[in-house]
């Protein structure tokens, strides 16, 4: 479980290289217009440890 302002992350290894990833934050924080994709990768890298190898 990763922590940080207003976002938490479990990340769970699934097999073969692959990792389940739960990102939680509120209702209403992404942009609207923003693709959730790149809402996504701009709140996993606001938690550095769940992006680390």
Known sequence: MHV???TYCGLAP???????VGLVGALGA???GDPAERFFERR???L??????
């Open 4 to 6: 940080g302002p207003g």
């Open 14 to 20: 699934v097999g073969e290289g692959l990792v389940s």
């Open 30 to 32: 992404k942009p609207t």
């Open 44 to 46: 996993l890298a606001g």
């Open 48 to 53: 550095p440890g769940a992006t680390r190898a």
